[in-house]
């Protein structure tokens, strides 16, 4: 009986070990395997990439300076080119006066009548003495017209801030109700140019009764008109060639790049618009990125990194955001000389945008966990937090429960999340479907 007991025993706990490892292997198969992993605070990190344009904030329209009226010159070299960098007193363009020989010959010609015209005039009138009533008469005749001049200044600049005020004006005169101060004060400067006009015609009256002689008259007429005459004639022969010393070599104002050139050789140039346009002084070039499209806002300080040819990279900073003409939100980066060579020279950077990164930094800490770790799309995410229970029979088990999390954004393989979940395991890479309350077992290391 004992050794029938004792085999007994032996198979009853043959039976009880066997029955262990197959319910451990059921078990090992039947549950789910997962990776753990432990979300952490930190800031979320990304590289954006931008494309950069060379750009001048400020820039001056460099024209031909002394050209009037129907003037024009023709160009007959340009000495820069779009992106190059120049120095204050470098040519940029050379030009000639069109009929330069002929206009100079014909104010020539005008000077010399004006001038032989007056010569005899002084030569037929040597013996002409002035008596001071004559004297007087001149003087008032002076005095009338300028006196008239004045008045006819005064009426126009009245008449024309009327109609720009909506205001009509009844005999040359301001409504009686009008309240505008600036009119009002017009029209005392008018009635005061008035009073002196008519004073000077009284004057003028009285001069021409104390008897004058005609050729008097005359002489003095006809000696101030060709006295500015050739006055005149000598400011427009001075200018004239001005303009054409000036136009053989039109030179940089200050340093600068060439941002844009207006004219060839062989163009008529008028000087009403910029022949060439360059960088204003003082004032850095850029590399201005178009941000408008990116939900980022790239603050000034920013770090950023840009590819040059030879495979090294240039760190520079954001030295500036704005919002252009358009309404496009842009951000600055601030070249040096020095940089704009590095990276090509400035007709490169003119032509061809230049590939950036900007190192982007959340401003705030969040929870961040791997991508695969988040599931779900849109609004609708969550995660499945581990914890671990015991069973039924007395085990250590681990149990899955969902969470809802709010997802505030997501770079490459990391997520950043608004809950916090600090310290606590999230499963994912599960080799099977898990849902809710589902029992898992971490992948054997």
């Known amino acids: 009986m004992k050794k029938w007991a004792i085999k007994g025993l032996v198979t009853l706990a043959a039976v009880v070990a066997l029955c262990m490892f197959f319910s451990g292997t059921i078990k090992t198969i039947s549950t789910a395997k997962v990776k753990l992993v432990t979300a952490r605070q930190g800031r979320l990190e990304e590289e954006v990439k931008l494309s950069g344009q060379l750009t001048f904030p400020q820039t001056e329209e460099i024209k031909l300076a002394g050209l009037e009226g129907d003037q024009s010159v023709t160009i007959t070299r340009v000495r820069v080119a779009k992106g190059r960098h120049v120095k204050e007193g470098d040519v940029l363009f050379e030009a000639e006066v069109s009929g330069y020989e002929s206009a100079m010959q014909t104010l020539r010609d005008e000077y010399n009548a004006a001038q032989k015209e007056l010569l005899d005039l002084e030569r037929k009138n040597g013996e002409l003495r002035l008596k001071r009533t004559e004297e007087i008469w001149i003087e008032a005749y002076d005095a009338l017209t300028a006196a008239k001049g004045a008045l006819m200044d005064a009426q126009t600049r009245l008449e024309v801030a009327a109609k720009l005020a909506g205001v009509t004006l009844e005999d040359g005169e301001l409504p009686a109700d009008t309240q505008d101060e600036n009119l009002l004060a017009l029209a005392e400067a008018v009635q005061k140019a008035g009073e002196e006009e008519e004073a000077a015609q009284s004057a003028f009256t009285s001069a021409n009764r104390l008897g004058i002689s005609e050729d008097v008259v005359t002489y003095v007429t006809t000696s101030r008109e060709q006295t500015r005459k050739l006055e005149e004639t000598q400011e427009k022969i001075a200018a004239l060639t001005v303009l054409y010393e000036t136009a053989r070599e039109v030179t940089a104002p200050h340093d600068g790049y060439i941002v844009e050139i207006h004219v060839k050789a062989g163009d008529s140039y008028d000087g009403k618009a910029a022949a060439v346009t360059m960088s204003a002084e003082d004032t850095d070039p850029v590399l201005r990125a178009d941000t408008s499209s ?112 709010k997802v505030l954004a997501e770079v490459g393989s990391t997520v950043s999340i608004e809950d916090d979940l600090s310290r606590q395991r999230v499963a994912y890479m599960e080799d099977r479907a898990i849902s809710d309350g589902s029992e898992v077992m971490v992948y054997a290391e």
């Not at 090294?312 to 020095?338: F, I, Q």
């Not at 020279?345 to 791997?370: D, F, I």
């Open 294 to 405: 990116m939900e980022r806002r790239i603050e000034e300080g920013t770090q950023i990194t840009i590819e040059r040819s030879n495979g090294r990279a240039l760190s520079k900073k954001v030295t500036g955001t704005g919002v252009d003409e358009e309404g496009k939100n842009y951000v600055d980066v601030a070249l040096s000389d020095k940089d704009i060579t590095n990276l090509g020279g400035g007709a490169a950077l003119l032509n061809e945008a230049v590939e950036m990164a900007a190192s982007y930094r959340a401003g705030s800490s969040t929870t961040l966990l791997p991508t695969s770790a988040v599931r779900g799309s849109g609004d609708s995410r969550y995660v499945y937090v581990v914890n671990e229970e015991s069973n039924a029979l007395g085990e250590r088990v681990l149990k899955v429960t969902k969470r809802d999390v």
